[in-house]
């Protein structure tokens, strides 16, 4: 079992930064792939970065260039740096961890879900 714990969201002015954090506890997760996906009420949940147990990284193209995400095994924690922030990015912004192969891009293929943070984006 991997427990996943988001932190860092706020609310911020569009432009801004902010870097959220995804802290895991219960076992390594050297050997996942991590993803940050988000959610807006009404809608499906999207994807947003993931990275692979090798670093290989992939991003939404709708946060190409703006955000960038990033792992520390020896924390055991999965970072997304947010820069230039839209009002459009404002979501709940949720961390998951899912098994080495998987397609990162569907949520489905995660087995471990934090609880989610905010990040609000003001114009």
């Known amino acids: 079992q991997v427990q996943l714990v988001e932190s860092g969201g706020g609310l911020v002015q569009a432009g801004a930064s902010l870097r959220l954090s995804c802290a895991a506890s219960?076992?390594?997760?050297?050997?996942?792939?991590m993803g940050w996906f988000r959610q807006v009420p009404g809608k499906e949940r999207e994807f947003v970065a993931a990275?692979?147990?090798?670093?290989?990284?992939y991003h939404a193209d709708s946060v190409k260039g703006r955000f960038t995400i990033s792992r520390d095994n020896a924390k055991n924690t999965v970072y997304l740096q947010m820069n230039s922030l839209k009002p459009e990015d404002t979501a709940v912004y949720y961390c998951?961890?899912?098994?080495?192969?998987?397609?990162?891009?569907?949520?489905?293929?995660?087995?471990?879900w934090g609880q989610g943070t905010q990040v609000t984006a003001s114009s």
């Open positions: 998951a961890a899912g098994s080495i192969y998987i397609t990162y891009y569907l949520s489905t293929q995660y087995d471990y």
């Open positions: 990275i692979r147990s090798g670093g290989s990284r």
């Open positions: 219960g076992r390594t997760i050297t050997s996942s792939t």
